[in-house]
């Protein structure tokens, strides 16, 4: 099966982005390329952050998940550090509790409850797959 192994962000400005998933979630800045790029890792996943040479913002991705196992201290640091604070989700999201935004405006998802439950509105008995939704006929 394949893995996740890295997520990557266009930005205008990279030091800027690098410094946020740095400052608040720990990130270690791996690697700095010569075209103003950034790459972090936490070591699992990495994060790679380009210099955006595009005029507007690509669209594609929708946000981040951050597993954590206490809420609490990533909320405080980005109070103390002036970065968007995120904001409790509603309580029937048995997989993320607090949803918030870079400096850029991506969404970030925190969660101490992991990201690998079924979600019960698709739950299946045991040996049967769940189909696919089947795509629009025009």
Do not use: W
């Not at 790459?39 to 005029?55: E, F, R, T, V, W």
């Not at 206490?70 to 029937?92: F, G, T």
Request: with cysteine; hydrophobic share 30%.
């Amino acid at each position: 099966m394949a893995k996740l192994k890295h997520i990557v962000f266009n930005t205008t400005d990279p030091e800027r982005l690098a410094r946020y998933y740095a400052d608040v979630f720990g990130m270690e800045i791996v690697y700095k390329s010569s075209k103003g790029g950034f790459s972090l890792s936490d070591g699992y996943m990495n994060l790679s952050i380009h210099n955006n040479k595009m005029d507007g913002k690509p669209s594609g991705f929708s946000h981040i998940g951050f597993e954590v196992d206490d809420n609490d201290p990533y909320i405080q640091r980005c109070e103390e550090l002036e970065y968007p604070v995120p904001e409790k989700r509603p309580a029937d999201r048995h997989y993320t509790e607090y949803r918030g935004m870079d400096p850029d405006g991506n969404n970030i998802d925190l969660s101490t409850n992991g990201y690998n439950e079924i979600r019960p509105d698709r739950e299946a008995p045991v040996g049967e797959v769940i189909p696919p939704l089947e795509k629009e006929k025009v």
